[in-house]
C-alpha cells in the first residue's frame, strides 16, 4: 500500500451527524463509507480524562460512577485541522479530538472490523 493510499483513505470527503439515527457517518476519498454510533463514540472519548475513568474502571470493576451517564447526543462538531473532529456532546463534553486516522482504523463494518467497532485508541 503506498502513501498516498493511506492518505486517501483516512481523507474524509463527507462527514454528517445524523441524530435522528444516532450515527455519525463518513464516507471516505476511497469511497468506503463508515457509520459509528454516537453511543459508542461518547464512551470511546479519546481526551484523557475519559481514558483515565477507563483505566480506572478496568482496574476495579465494582467502582461506581456517580451523576448521570454519557450523553451521546451531539451539540455541536468542529473540524480539527485536516486530521481530525472535535463534538461538543450535550452533557457539555467536549476535550475528545477524533482523528480521522483512528475513525478509518475503528469502522465497525463487515469488511474492516465484522461489523464491530475496532478500538479507537487501543486503551
Known sequence: MSLAQTRDECQPTDLTVDRTAGEFVISWADGHRSAYGLAWMRSVCPCASCREDR????????????????DPKVESAELVGNYAIRFTWADGHGNGIYGFSSLRASCPCSACNQGEPGDLLGS
Open 55 to 70: 483505566r480506572q474502571a478496568e482496574k476495579d470493576p465494582l467502582r461506581l460512577a456517580v451523576g448521570p451517564p454519557p
